[in-house]
């Protein structure tokens, strides 16, 4: 459950660029003829929300209606105490409160329209019991699936979104700077504490703890033995904006060699052919509400590419001389023509 | 060892209920389902796992990153990566449509999932999961019992980290990092701080910690995946006597709502207990919903798990169950204050958990 700063800045996120989203769906709704556009949110799927709206539900659920005309309005499980909190950290134009969000939300769109067109964000994944409810409350609404409608908006990244992820990246450049002491618990108090103090929303650390035996990332709990080489990720939201970076601890002359063929595989995205010759590689980005989808990479098939403009995080692990070394950082997709370019720096202090 | 344990029993559920395969589902938010079965703690996406009745676990997972994790976090069940979760996941259950199969909780399943036109139906089996997640094995009760052990120790750390002009996040960053110190991976936490403008917790905000706060929080730590809770209320400065006698409820009404613990009571009697105190100074409005959600709830694979501890919950307590009891709630003459403790229910009575003294501290101003 989320537990870092929760708050809305008018500097990082004024109104004008809540709005010009919201112009943005409403036409894309117009063109499809869609009376109320329905977004789920909770703390795994937060991500198509908080970028209209700024909210992040720390626990529990919501639905955002965003009505072809009028302001957006929220309809959250959350309790009707925690009202005067959601209106101080997000922009809606009004909450309401009920278990039954999907009941509660339906009720309302068809007290303005009751044969109204509804697009539902994520249709296939909407839990099951709120689509039911959202059937029950509207028995004559139409319901259809507003994912590819919704996804060409949100993938792409406007130059709030991009400040944002630099933020974040930068959080998680010090953070990972943080890394000191005696244990790899120590190192990721280290982490967790100086991200959580730069403002982190949220910070998800996970170790390698000894590269030459295996390079898959876990979460450590209780004591573990670090190796002569190892590896930490952070994973960082700032703002409703999440990012990715990995570091490895080895020696500074093959972080040196191995950060430039990453930079310059990274430039060749969406194409994945600059990860050639590397063990694995894996870009993940937002679509819809997840912040961090796998997109495409060496395990994932077609996949979905990112499109030009589009934010995304990339991890990737190679080999130099036979030490396996990980990496990862946040990206900005180019667009057709020029090269995609990291947005955090590699090398740590 | 827990996981297996609990895999056993929830096979042994299955039988019981005639239930051929179990869909488990869980994400960040709420997975004590999905842990249960899967063993896994899902950070990112959705994840479902799939049981058999042998015991074997199919582990779905839409996340990439925490795909890797969980093949080396929970290396006794089959791990796929599943971008498009709930048509891989409809493919398997296609192969055993003809089975008796289940879902829990079944509300949260991507909806495609429980389509009509699927060649399957997933009855609604929450409730067999819910009786295993609220009755605890001698294990889990350890689980449960250390994780309250690090609560106690956080709140150390919290009356240290508490200084008037710091902000509520600075205050929670210290708490966070001592808990990853100490090998603790999971915590759910919120702050409150102020006066009598106060009206609850939330997530931390950038207000600074002023003289004569009130601050609040509840601590929830977790081991392997086991959460306990504590609340405690502090002052920042000398406590006035009106914040005194306030808190003399609180502590009056916890140990009245502990104290109505034993094996066949019911979460209502706990509650009534606790809110009959407040009735009886004159405080029975601050027991509504207007003011406070619940007087307590289950605790373990979830920070809050039934039975919520509320007048109108019928679930009769028996031995093994771990709540948390806490009368939180606003009082007039002082704002919001918190007083909770974990406990588990024995034989004959109740366990309490939290050995952090049971009153209102105070810290330099």
């Not at chain 1, 459950?1 to 929760?6: A, D, F, K, V």
């Not at chain 1, 909190?85 to 999907?102: A, C, K, N, Q, Y």
């Not at chain 2, 006035?240 to 916890?254: D, K, N, P, T, Y």
């Amino acid at each position: 459950m989320r537990r870092g700063l929760i708050a809305r800045s008018l500097v990082e996120l004024p109104d004008a660029v809540f709005d010009a989203r919201l112009d943005r769906v409403r036409a894309a709704m117009q063109t499809a003829q869609f009376d109320a556009l329905v977004i789920y949110t909770n703390n795994t799927r937060p991500a198509g929300v908080s970028w209209l709206t700024g909210f992040v539900p720390y626990w529990s659920e919501a639905v955002l209606v965003v009505p072809r005309q009028g302001g957006p309005y929220l309809v959250a499980a959350l309790s009707f105490r925690v009202k005067p909190w959601i209106e101080r950290v997000s922009r809606v134009d009004d909450v309401l409160h009920t278990p039954r969000i999907g009941l509660k939300a339906a009720q309302q769109i068809a007290a303005t329209r009751v044969d109204a067109a509804v697009g539902i964000v994520d249709f296939d994944g909407l839990p099951a019991g709120i689509a039911e409810d959202l059937r029950e409350g509207g028995l004559q609404l139409t319901l259809h699936d507003a994912s590819a409608l919704f996804a060409s908006l949100r993938t792409v990244a406007d130059q709030a979104e991009i400040a944002l992820a630099s933020r974040a990246a930068d959080i998680g450049l010090r953070a990972l700077s943080a890394a000191q002491g005696n244990t790899l618990n120590d190192m990721i108090a280290g982490v967790e504490g100086e991200a959580r103090q730069l403002g982190a929303e949220e910070i998800y650390i996970a170790a390698v703890p000894d590269l030459d035996r295996d390079t898959r990332f876990r979460r450590i709990e209780g004591e573990v033995a670090l190796g002569k080489t190892f590896a930490l990720r952070a994973t960082v939201a700032y703002k409703g904006t999440w990012v990715r970076l990995v570091r490895s601890m080895c020696e500074a002359a093959i972080m040196r060699e191995v950060s430039a063929r990453f930079a310059q595989a990274v430039a060749s995205l969406p194409s994945g052919r600059g990860f050639a010759g590397f063990r694995s590689w894996l870009v993940e980005g937002c679509r819809m509400a997840q912040p961090l989808d796998p997109l495409i990479g060496s395990r994932l098939g077609e996949g979905h590419p990112p499109l030009p403009g589009a934010l995304v995080s990339v991890q990737a692990a190679l080999a130099v001389d036979g030490q396996a070394v990980l990496l990862g950082a946040p990206a900005l997709i180019g667009q057709p023509g020029a090269a995609s370019s990291l947005i955090a720096n590699l090398l740590y202090d | 060892m827990l996981a297996e344990e609990r895999r056993a029993r929830l096979v042994a559920a299955m039988r019981e209920a005639g239930i051929g395969h179990m869909v488990l589902y869980g994400n960040a938010w709420q997975g004590d389902y999905l842990r249960f079965g899967a063993d896994f703690g899902i950070l990112e996406g959705h994840g479902i796992a799939l049981i058999a009745a042998d015991g074997e676990v199919a582990l779905f997972l839409d996340s990439a990153t925490d795909a890797e994790r969980a093949e080396i976090e929970a290396p006794q069940v089959k791990v796929h990566l599943a971008p498009d979760i709930a048509r891989v996941v409809g493919a398997r259950l296609d192969r055993v449509a003809n089975a008796h199969i289940a879902a829990a909780p079944r509300r949260f399943l991507p909806r495609w999932l429980t389509d009509a036109t699927r060649s399957f139906k997933l009855d609604d089996a929450t409730a067999v999961v819910d009786r295993l997640l609220m009755h605890k094995s001698a294990g889990e009760i350890a689980a449960v019992r250390r994780a309250a052990q690090i609560a106690d120790e956080a709140y150390v750390e919290f009356l240290r980290a508490v200084r008037p002009g710091r902000r509520q996040y600075e205050i929670v960053a210290d708490i966070e990092a001592h808990l990853r110190r100490k090998g603790c991976p999971d915590n759910f936490m919120i702050i409150g701080s102020g006066g009598k403008d106060v009206f609850g917790m939330t997530p931390p905000s950038e207000r600074r910690i002023a003289a004569g706060d009130l601050v609040t929080t509840e601590l929830t730590p977790a081991v392997e995946g086991y959460f306990a809770q504590i609340c405690r209320t502090l002052v920042v400065g000398k406590a006035s006597e009106a914040q005194r006698r306030a808190f003399a409820v609180f502590v009056e009404a916890l140990e009245a709502g502990i104290a109505a613990v034993r094996p066949g009571a019911r979460a209502a009697d706990v509650a009534k207990a606790e809110n009959d105190v407040f009735r009886n100074y004159g405080l029975g409005e601050y027991t509504t919903s207007q003011w406070t959600r619940v007087r307590g709830h289950g605790m373990g694979m979830f920070a809050d798990s039934k039975p919520h501890i509320l007048e109108d919950v019928d679930t009769v307590l028996e031995p093994g169950m771990t709540l948390i009891v806490h009368p939180n709630t606003y009082h007039p003459d002082a704002g919001y204050i918190v007083l909770g403790d974990a406990i588990v229910v024995t034989e004959d009575g109740a366990e309490v958990l939290c050995k952090t003294p049971r009153q209102l501290f105070e810290v330099a101003a």
